[in-house]
């Protein structure tokens, strides 16, 4: 059993930013696709954005794209997920969570055979 750990949600008024973390128990992302859902109350969870293994691609929502980021420096660090100009729509639990290896992150939450607990992230307007 893989355990994800997030941190770093919060409150931030609109415009601002906040830095999400993530961990795994193994202690390295080496082996794994990683990506970051939401879901607001009463909404399904929906995808954010995603990094491969290697690093090697990155994908985004519309919704979020120029304004998070998603970045890790080595294997053995923390996924960040770097949101900016945030607006009271990103009001949601986030989760990371991970996926087997792959050329390309998966958008399906089914896809994901790990996730964390989720961290909350308001925005207020």
């Known amino acids: 059993q893989v355990h994800v750990v997030e941190s770093g949600g919060g409150l931030v008024q609109a415009g601002g930013s906040l830095r999400l973390s993530c961990v795994v128990s193994?202690?390295?992302?080496?082996?794994?696709?990683v990506g970051w859902f939401r879901q607001a109350p009463g909404k399904e969870r929906e995808f954010v954005v995603g990094?491969?293994?290697?690093?090697?691609?990155?994908t985004y929502a519309d919704s979020v794209k120029g304004r998070f980021t998603i970045f890790r420096d080595s294997a053995k660090d923390p996924v960040y997920l770097q949101m900016n100009n945030m607006k009271p729509e990103d009001t949601a639990v986030y989760y990371c969570?991970?996926?087997?290896?792959?050329?390309?992150?998966?958008?399906?939450?089914?896809?994901?055979?790990?996730w964390g607990q989720g961290t909350q992230v308001t925005v207020s307007s």
């Open positions: 990094l491969t293994w290697n690093l090697g691609s990155t």
């Open positions: 193994e202690g390295t992302f080496g082996r794994y696709n």
């Open positions: 969570a991970i996926e087997r290896p792959s050329s390309r992150t998966s958008a399906k939450v089914e896809d994901y055979i790990y």
